[in-house]
């Protein structure tokens, strides 16, 4: 299960819109791949189809699609928006990483 916060669903929903995505009916595309300075890096568009190698995920009004092998990874993963003076964007909270690069974008099991 990956969960997403209020204020990650508003920015979400507005870029999708600015993009010619429709947020009821398209997704967002959470995934991870090899590399980074920790070893993995996370991965977020957007899309308008799924596969069978998906599993679509809806929390908070937003549909998620993450492949399965990803998903492994991502369990109990919740996607945030912080716009504070540290920096803007989105900001991925996951349990099962055991380190993070500085910058959040990378980690490690």
Do not use: W
């Amino acid at each position: 299960m990956i969960t997403v916060t209020e204020k990650a669903k508003k920015r979400l929903s507005e870029l999708m819109l600015a993009d010619s995505f429709d947020p009821a009916s398209h997704f967002v595309r959470v995934g991870v791949k090899g590399g980074g300075c920790s070893g993995l890096s996370y991965q977020l568009a957007f899309d308008k189809e799924s596969s069978d190698q998906d599993q679509v995920i809806e929390d908070n009004g937003m549909r998620i699609v993450v492949d399965k092998k990803s998903l492994l990874y991502l369990a109990g993963t919740s996607l945030e928006f912080s716009d504070g003076l540290n920096g803007k964007g989105f900001v991925f909270h996951n349990p099962n990483a055991s380190r993070t690069c500085g910058c959040g974008e990378s980690f490690s099991l």
